[in-house]
């Protein structure tokens, strides 16, 4: 991928996780967070670790670190508060 494609792309990629999470706001808005976590995961699962662009990978962990609550749940409750539609997703990820 040329470095324009790539700053493009990433620009994108921020614009689309961007607007899912402000899709996610209302009370009750769980498919938004559904369509956050795969843009994510289809970004993570798209190019093989030896060349994966650092920038892209940089910009997807920090999207993904905007998920506290999945990346972090108690042991006594492993699904703890994670929004509906995206725990099957998570799951399916962790496989």
Known sequence: M???????????????????????????????????????????TAFPLESFPPVLLQKTANALQKWPLISAPTSANPLRQKPHGVRDQWNSALR
Do not use: H
């Open 2 to 44: 040329c470095s324009s494609a790539k700053g493009g792309f990433v620009s994108f990629m921020e614009k689309c996780i961007d607007e899912t999470w402000e899709r996610s706001i209302p009370n009750g808005a769980f498919e938004p967070y559904n369509q956050n976590l795969t843009i994510i995961l289809d970004i993570l």
